[in-house]
């Protein structure tokens, strides 16, 4: 395995992907973690990710330098190699020449690193500081117009730095470095798949659980199935699911989910419906934080109920994925922002006094997919495009009511069917409706009207830590927004919602 120590990069989730593509698994630490956990850890290789800090600032993020003493490999990539070379003795200042973007790479040694690469290469630069001096036993092996120090090593000791990032796309041959630096340099073999981490999880739940009950909270979506079937693997009959029917589900899902959960999922599982319960605690409420928090009470309130039903239940079991994680603490510990919380993500109610079971914390959600086909979960159920724990809350902007959610499920359900049918749902990542706090002047059979505006949101992505507005056809465009308007009371106006995320999130709220 890889480990991966978080200096607050945005791309650092993409090395994981990197290194996991190249089926090696890999985990995200802090900068503050114990040598003495590396050491238990005992990886093959370690990844510094990038930052925005600069070294030379007091409170930029470090970790002990004795890392480097430990005899494993490690790559340092544009935070994370000067992090390397200020440590060792070298020195880094404040570029004279900003490099942020494309830029071409002259290789002046290929070995071990980019003896695939051509000498000159595209790479992709963002960085303000430049590394002045180099450390004792370090070499320069790239370097560009701007950056006299684009890569450097000390082979003895198996130490490389590259300045630029080869993770991002922009850097088209950055795979081929990173898998030199994997199975060249660290020696690591292609052994991290799906089945062998079912295989992995199942032993590790069933050391963890031993003979005691364990409940899980059951969505529908796709990562509290995975989670569900894996566990029900681990410890059988000692599972049971509960499905909290919060009332802000889409059109019949409620109906639906239960009908495939009781074909497809030979799991025991207790219905509760809690629809005006929700309700009535959201009265009022409009600003979307709130919303969650709000959501999240009132759902471990029904849960916890429902669970003290449950004799003898020591585990709680949650289908939490990385980003789930990530957006909402700060990143195990390192600079990243928190964006906005997550349901399934937190503190449990003391008195419940249950111990979390997480199987799918590192997983992203294409890996939480291939799980299922490997767990035999059916098609319906993988391909189900994630849905937001807080539901349909999250998406009526302002006061959440029930004529404002009745209103909303049928603009979605019109928008799902045009999507489906025109081949377009295995295609996004999500396609849904957002109902705005918003009224506009229309015309219709000669009369004006004042009604509710509503934006569509489609986006492709590959686990939603970032993501596309998706170019759908004009004429597929025009049916949707005909459709609404015409077959849905109350809705005059259709928008199409073309950012992207980053700057923006995929929900709204």
């Known amino acids: 395995m890889i480990l991966i120590i978080d200096f607050g990069s945005q791309y650092n989730q993409l090395i994981a992907r990197r290194v996991r593509e190249s089926h090696v698994y890999c985990r995200i630490e802090p900068p503050g973690i114990d040598l003495d956990l590396v050491r238990k850890i005992n990886p093959e290789g370690i990844i510094l990710s990038g930052g925005p800090s600069s070294i ?34 070298g020195s880094v200042i404040k570029a004279g020449k900003r490099e942020y973007g494309l830029a071409a790479l002259t290789i002046t040694d290929r070995e071990p690193l980019f003896r695939a690469l051509e000498p000159t290469t595209p790479c992709w630069m963002s960085h303000g500081d430049s590394i002045a001096q180099l450390p004792p036993g370090f070499s320069v092996t790239a370097t560009t117009a701007n950056t006299p120090v684009a890569a450097a090593q000390d082979v003895e000791r198996r130490l490389y730095g590259l300045q630029f ?12 470095i990173l898998r030199a630096f994997l199975f060249d340099v660290c020696g690591c073999r292609r052994t991290w798949t799906m089945k062998s981490f079912a295989a992995d999880a199942v032993a590790e739940i069933r050391a963890t659980v031993g003979p005691k009950k364990v409940i899980l909270g059951l969505s529908g979506g796709v990562d509290s199935s995975v989670a569900a079937l894996l566990l029900q693997r681990a410890v059988g009959r000692q599972l049971t699911c509960i499905f909290v029917d919060n009332g802000l589900l889409r ?3 409620a109906e639906k989910l239960k009908t495939l959960f009781k074909e497809h999922l030979q799991i025991t599982i207790r219905f509760v419906p809690a629809g005006k319960k929700f309700l009535d605690a959201l009265k009022g409420v409009t600003d979307p934080e709130k919303k969650r928090k709000i959501i999240g ?22 289908g939490t ?19 906005k919380s997550h349901h399934n993500v937190g503190g449990l109610p003391k008195k419940m006094k249950l111990k979390l079971v997480e199987p799918l914390r590192y997983l992203f959600k294409d890996e939480v997919r291939q799980l299922g086909k490997t767990l035999g979960l ?57 109902l705005l706090p918003l009224k506009s002047v229309g015309i219709m059979g000669d009369q004006r009207t004042y009604e509710n505006i509503v934006a569509i949101r489609a986006v492709t992505s590959k686990d939603a830590m970032t993501a596309d507005w998706a170019r ?37 709220e």
């Open 251 to 253: 059109l019949d899902e």
């Open 472 to 508: 759908l056809p004009h004429r597929l465009l025009g049916t949707i927004s005909n459709r609404i308007i015409n077959e849905i009371r109350g809705v005059n106006r259709v928008v199409y919602d073309i950012s992207s995320k980053p700057p923006s999130t995929i929900e709204w």
């Open 378 to 434: 059916p098609e319906a159920m993988i391909w189900r495009q994630p849905f937001p724990g807080p539901g349909l809350a999250i998406r009526v902007i302002g006061e959440v009511t029930a004529s404002r959610l009745r209103l909303l499920r049928e603009v979605d359900a019109v928008l799902l069917e045009e999507i489906r049918s025109n081949g377009y749902y295995r295609k996004l990542w999500q396609s849904f409706a957002v």
């Open 165 to 176: 990032h080869p993770e991002v796309a922009h850097t088209p041959r950055g795979k081929n």
């Open 297 to 318: 009470r009132v759902f471990m309130e029904v849960f916890e109920a429902e669970a003290l039903k449950i004799a003898d239940a020591e585990f709680l079991g949650q």
């Open 56 to 89: 030379y600032e007091p409170t930029s993020p470090k970790m002990d330098p004795a890392v480097f003493e430990l005899g494993i490999p490690v790559l340092g990539i544009c935070y994370g190699m000067q992090f390397m070379v200020d440590a060792l003795g």
């Open 321 to 339: 994925l990385y980003p789930d994680v990530i957006e909402s603490v700060s990143a195990f510990g390192g600079p990243s922002a928190v964006i």
